[in-house]
């Protein structure tokens, strides 16, 4: 099982909004709409944001939304806040209650 | 809630046990999950277990090179190594499988770093 792969880094605005690409293969994304998505901000827990690709536990600001296509997919951002500033993990499952993550990106609120 | 054990420091060849204990929900009833990371890398599936019977899965990457173990009387889940490599410094995570054995996990410890010397 290989990484999934995400962009190193992204940057944006207060107010902008942003995408942040997962790309896997045909042994998990797109094979399973089980893709989940975690923000981390360093020295606390990571925080599920997003799962099974597009829905939101409670308590998740409606600005973060999911999609995807084929082997893709994004966690979308809108509105950026400060507060967005961390690093956002891409997951998806493999099958047979296996997984398998992402490298992850880093978010840049300017 | 997951608590994990704190920093370890080791030496290679040693061995090492880090816990993560569950509280506020039945702690027998969800999967309990390990993730490895590296610094500056993303975070790997280790493998998970199932209080209630003990039922493990692992990862192949992580088979034969630790143990996943439980207590549920207690509430805790074990990472276990017999015999510490360099390569296994790190940062290691409990992760607890949502309900009805959902692909997500839905609530994580809050980390423990292993630093191993050669």
């Known amino acids: 099982q290989s990484a999934l792969t995400q962009p190193r880094s992204v940057s944006g605005s207060p107010g902008q909004s942003l995408t942040i690409s997962c790309a896997g293969t045909s042994s998990d994304v797109s094979n399973y709409n089980f893709v989940s998505w975690y923000q981390h901000h360093p020295g606390k827990a990571p925080k599920v944001i997003l799962y099974d690709v597009n829905k939101r536990p409670s308590g998740v600001p409606d600005r973060f939304s999911g999609s995807k296509s084929g082997n893709t997919a994004s966690l979308t951002i809108s509105g950026l806040q400060a507060e967005d500033e961390a690093d956002y993990y891409c997951c998806s499952s493999a099958g047979s209650s296996t997984w398998v993550f992402g490298g992850g990106t880093k978010l840049t609120v300017l | 809630q997951l608590v994990q054990s704190g920093a370890e420091v080791k030496k290679a060849g040693e061995s090492l046990n880090i816990s993560c204990k569950g509280s506020?929900?039945?702690?027998?009833?969800?999967?309990i999950a390990w993730v490895r990371q590296k610094p500056g890398k993303g975070p790997e599936w280790m493998g998970l277990?199932?209080?209630?019977?003990?039922?493990?899965r692992y990862s192949p990457s992580f088979q034969g090179q630790v143990t996943i173990s439980a207590d549920k009387s207690i509430n805790t889940a074990y990472l276990e190594w017999s015999s510490l490599k360099a390569s296994d410094s790190a940062t290691y995570y409990c992760?607890?499988?949502?309900?009805?054995?959902?692909?997500?996990?839905?609530?994580w410890g809050q980390g423990t770093l292993v630093t191993v010397s050669s």
């Open positions: 992760a607890r499988r949502s309900y009805g054995d959902r692909n997500w996990f839905d609530s």
């Open positions: 277990i199932y209080p209630d019977d003990a039922d493990t």
């Open positions: 506020g929900y039945s702690f027998r009833s969800y999967w």
